[in-house]
């Protein structure tokens, strides 16, 4: 999802010289939206109240939330007309910064004299505009004082928002945004099954940190006390279309409690819905019939690791503990699981090189030294523990992951971190003799 970067301030006050040294700043996929352009000179309308300004900027927000980088909105948009419109796009965002130019009119005076358009309006005009401390109720609005110049102001916007604070988060320190859609889900499901419900778990990279939002997925794995029916089944898959990659990519697999005790690898489940079904969905949705809603028994390995993680990291969003409800998986189904995942990534890793030299260094890792990490805590120990060689490639996908650099790895390159992962991964499988059953 996009940062969204709100400049407010009295006319003459500098936001629109800011706002373009930004967008030169940023470059690619930065969206710039001044309100007098779109007021003044592309709809010739006066400023109040429900003018039609005020809808054709949401909807150039709304545009920029889909598909840019950086959005950045700047004018006077005085809080009484404005205000509202802000606090309908901000669920947009994973990010908000919001900026408040408060200068003492004279200042505003001065500063305009140096306007290439000071021509345009006077001094009464820019009088008649005022608006006295115009502050947004919006949660960490940083204020702009007058002795600040603009490069010194430019250079702080720029480097708070290139921090990528959500980069790494977990479910304590995610954006507002993203516990906002998954608290949603835990409200809607429930109703959904109807009140067949043990609980409702996360799992994944927001249990265990290193959620990206424009990256990862949200994790769900749900428990009902009973089988669900084909007819629910194709209302859960009508719900997840809608809502799914609404804001974020769900990945979600219900399952009941007879299914996990007694525990089977790979174990069996009700119904399951990712991005990668959705076309799948959508198909069977249109034949208007539940017959493929079904009636063959279905299993996915995947669960295995799943479990695995929630038993360590993770996190019940509502219902029975999660210690009542999953049983110990044993560790050889646990390898068995990601081995899967691992070998296709041996395949693949020229192909998918930042998702297979993350998930083949995590599978490493856990041979090793049986620790269960996500993408984020494997690359920081590889980048701390293996050869200076590998490193750079390991840095080269983290940096890939948490958006900060797009990178190009050359096959000489995979190849030598392939052989040498897979080198150790096989010899410590030797020693350890994972293949017993532990």
């Not at 309100?35 to 300004?53: F, S, W």
């Not at 081995?339 to 998918?352: G, T, V």
């Amino acid at each position: 999802m996009a940062k969204l970067i709100i400049i407010r301030g009295n006319s003459g006050s500098g936001k629109s010289s800011l706002a373009e040294n930004l967008q030169r700043r940023f470059g690619k996929d930065t969206m710039r939206i001044p309100q007098d352009m779109i007021r003044r000179e592309m709809l010739a309308v006066k400023d109040g109240i429900n003018n039609p300004a005020i809808h054709l900027i949401k909807e150039l927000i709304v545009y920029g939330a889909k598909h840019q980088r950086i959005v950045i909105v700047e004018g006077i948009l005085k809080k009484e007309w404005y205000g509202e419109l802000f606090h309908e796009v901000i669920p947009l965002f994973d990010e908000i910064y919001s900026y408040y130019y408060d200068l003492p009119f004279e200042e505003t005076i001065r500063r305009h004299q140096y306007k290439q358009n000071k021509e345009d309006f006077t001094a009464e005009d820019m009088k008649h505009w005022w608006n006295e401390n115009d502050r947004l109720d919006i949660k960490g609005e940083e204020i702009i004082g007058k002795n600040r110049s603009l490069e010194e102001i430019s250079t702080q916007i720029y480097e708070n928002v290139t921090k990528s604070k959500s980069i790494g988060s977990d479910w304590k320190t995610c954006p507002q945004n993203v516990r906002r859609f998954v608290c949603k889900l835990k409200k809607e499901i429930p109703k959904l099954l109807e009140g067949n419900m043990v609980g409702i778990y996360l799992h994944g990279s927001l249990a265990m940190g290193g959620f990206h939002p424009k990256k990862s997925d949200i994790d769900i794995i749900v428990v009902t006390s009973t089988a669900i029916s084909s007819q629910l089944q194709e209302r859960l898959a009508m719900y997840f279309l809608e809502n799914s990659n609404r804001y974020y990519p769900i990945e979600i697999s219900f399952l009941h409690k007879k299914q996990l005790t007694p525990w089977h690898h790979p174990c069996a489940y009700d119904f399951h819905y990712s991005e990668e079904w959705r076309e799948i969905f959508s198909g069977k949705l249109s034949q208007e019939t539940t017959d493929d809603f079904e009636k063959a028994p279905k299993t996915d390995g995947d669960l295995t690791a799943h479990f695995t993680i929630i038993n360590k990291r993770g996190i019940c969003l509502s219902g029975e503990p999660i210690r009542q409800v999953f049983p110990k998986i044993p560790k050889v189904d646990y390898f068995d699981s990601i081995n899967s995942d691992y070998e296709e990534c041996l395949e693949e890793i020229y192909n998918k090189p930042v998702y297979c030299v993350l998930n083949m260094l995590r599978v490493y890792f856990y041979v090793r030294d049986e620790k269960i990490s996500s993408k984020l805590e494997a690359a920081e120990w590889g980048i701390k523990n293996l050869p200076e060689r590998l490193q750079l490639t390991i840095e080269k996908a983290k940096k890939h992951y948490e958006g900060n650099e797009k990178t190009i790895f050359e096959r000489k390159e995979l190849a030598h971190y392939k052989n040498f992962i897979d080198g150790r991964v096989q010899n410590l499988m030797k020693e350890k003799s994972i293949n017993d059953k532990n």
